[in-house]
């Protein structure tokens, strides 16, 4: 599917290398989710761009994975071993899951 100039594609049972490349390819735009997962609307994405202020100084954050919860919080996330070794991961967009409320800049 071709909008607003970009290719918004979802992959389905794809292995987690492959999710965190699919990931990798446009941070802001493109999210991961596994099949197995209970929750609905939970996502994992990539922080890229994420600084903090400690102490007063603005601090660049390190490249991470964040999940947005079930109740619509979002946390910094570490797969397990499961995930990492499932084979259910599926690739999608926030454009293409428009109605998950996330800012673009986290």
Same mark, same amino acid.
């Given at each position: 599917?071709?909008?607003? #100039?970009?290719?918004?594609?979802? /992959? !389905?049972?794809?292995d987690?290398g492959?999710? =965190?490349s699919?990931?990798e390819?446009?941070?802001?735009?493109?999210?991961?989710?596994r099949?197995?997962?209970?929750?609905?609307?939970?996502?994992?994405?990539?922080c890229?761009?994420?600084?903090?202020v400690? #102490?007063?100084?603005?601090?660049k /954050? !390190?490249?991470?994975?964040?999940?947005?919860? =079930?109740?619509?919080?979002?946390s910094?996330?570490?797969?397990?071993?499961n995930?990492?070794?499932?084979r259910?991961?599926?690739?999608?967009t926030?454009?293409?899951?428009k109605?998950?409320?996330?800012?673009?800049?986290?």
């Amino acid at each position: 599917l071709r909008r607003g #100039g970009r290719i918004n594609m979802i /992959l !389905e049972n794809i292995d987690f290398g492959m999710a =965190v490349s699919f990931l990798e390819r446009d941070p802001e735009e493109n999210i991961v989710y596994r099949k197995g997962w209970n929750g609905k609307g939970m996502f994992v994405k990539i922080c890229a761009d994420t600084q903090v202020v400690i #102490g007063g100084e603005t601090k660049k /954050l !390190e490249k991470h994975f964040i999940i947005k919860n =079930v109740n619509g919080t979002v946390s910094t996330w570490v797969p397990s071993v499961n995930d990492c070794l499932m084979r259910d991961w599926i690739g999608s967009t926030l454009t293409e899951n428009k109605n998950t409320v996330i800012p673009r800049n986290i």
